[in-house]
């Protein structure tokens, strides 16, 4: 039987529209690679100049940087702007990130992991409707906003009810009590990194496919116990990636914990008892915001950017190894191992 001439056509517009479409998914293909290059190339060039920056502040204290001395830390930063001053021992500022990064994530985690629960497994579908959108909004809330709700509504509060006036007389020779603490920012940040966490939560539990969470149900297990024994294995790399991402959050935070913790270079005693959570603490990110004005001091300019290179390889290494922790147990789920 002959080709038809309609027939021929036919082959050859088919034929020309699959090189078009491979030369278009090519293209896309080359740009998706270039943007990817300029990205990483950006991130390369930002570390670089940071580190440049930060590297006469860690020169001239060498691994002593990360220790503390008997000279309060603002009057090393003050005396870094005003005299040129280049020794620094940064610890109180590094000792307060931790407080307040691992403070906000133990009552953040726990927290956020139940709410998750509860949304993707065991509320109505209308309660869950009303509550994702809440969470959402609190995760996209920029940070200034809770730091005026701490500092305006909840500080007045711990000064009048936590903080004993006699207490306060006794320390104040050695640090000044008020609201503003390393209380108020650990609350301000687990408030900031929660809703963070139950979005991701929630996605990676929504993922689980239903069979497995009605196969333990029909095993005898209830909502909860099947949630917990066979929906919380299933997203243990969701909970470390999300917990990882959390953390970069929390430990980069400066604005609403300049306004929160108090501002202070002080390190806490844990042997003041509980008024050590209502000492003040100043984390690196927030000492970055509370003496930018001082960025054209050469010294001073260093150590600042000594703070945003500590932070910036922080960062870092929480993301990689969150990655290489949440990679085994993917492909472990997955059964490729």
């Known amino acids: 039987m002959a080709t038809t001439p309609v027939t021929t056509d036919r082959a050859d517009t088919a034929a020309r529209r699959a090189r078009r479409v491979t030369a278009v998914d090519r293209l896309a293909h080359g740009g998706f690679i270039a943007i990817s290059l300029l990205c990483l190339s950006l991130i390369g060039a930002i570390a670089v100049f940071v580190v440049t920056e930060a590297w006469p502040s860690f020169a001239a204290n060498g691994l002593r940087w990360f220790t503390d001395g008997p000279v309060p830390l603002d009057?090393?930063?003050?005396?870094?702007?005003?005299?040129?001053?280049?020794?620094?021992?940064a610890w109180p500022a590094v000792y307060g990130t931790i407080l307040t990064t691992g403070g906000a994530l133990l009552v953040a985690f726990p927290f956020a992991l139940l709410a998750a629960i509860f949304v993707a497994e065991i509320a109505p579908r209308g309660v869950a409707r009303v509550l994702e959108p809440i969470v959402s909004l609190l995760a996209a809330t920029p940070s200034v906003i809770?730091?005026?709700?701490?500092?305006?509504?909840?500080?007045?509060?711990?000064?009048?009810?936590?903080?004993?006036?006699?207490?306060?007389?006794?320390?104040?020779?050695?640090?000044?009590?008020?609201?503003?603490?390393?209380?108020?920012?650990?609350?301000?940040?687990?408030?900031?990194?929660?809703?963070?966490?139950?979005?991701?939560?929630?996605?990676?539990?929504?993922?689980?496919?239903?069979?497995?969470?009605?196969?333990?149900?029909?095993?005898?297990?209830?909502?909860?116990?099947?949630a917990r024994r066979v929906s919380l294995v299933a997203i243990r790399p969701a909970l470390v990636a999300g917990t990882g991402l959390a953390i970069g959050r929390a430990v980069g935070e400066a604005i609403a914990l300049s306004m929160a913790s108090g501002s202070l270079g002080f390190t806490p005693n844990v042997l003041d008892g509980l008024y050590f959570f209502v000492e003040p603490v100043r984390p690196l990110a927030a000492a970055i915001v509370d003496y930018s004005e001082g960025f054209d001091q050469a010294a001073l300019r260093a150590d600042l950017f000594a703070f945003g290179a500590v932070l910036l390889l922080t960062t870092a290494a929480l993301t990689l190894g969150a990655r290489l922790i949440?990679?085994?147990?993917?492909?472990?789920l997955q059964g490729r191992d």
């Open 326 to 332: 949440s990679h085994p147990l993917e492909r472990r």
């Open 75 to 89: 009057v090393q930063l003050s005396s870094a702007f005003s005299d040129g001053n280049t020794s620094l021992r």
């Open 146 to 226: 809770f730091g005026l709700f701490a500092i305006l509504l909840l500080a007045p509060q711990i000064d009048q009810h936590v903080i004993d006036p006699e207490k306060a007389d006794v320390l104040a020779p050695v640090v000044t009590l008020t609201g503003a603490s390393f209380l108020l920012g650990l609350i301000v940040l687990a408030v900031m990194i929660a809703p963070i966490m139950i979005a991701i939560f929630v996605d990676a539990l929504r993922a689980v496919p239903v069979a497995w969470s009605e196969g333990a149900i029909a095993l005898g297990c209830d909502r909860w116990r099947a």
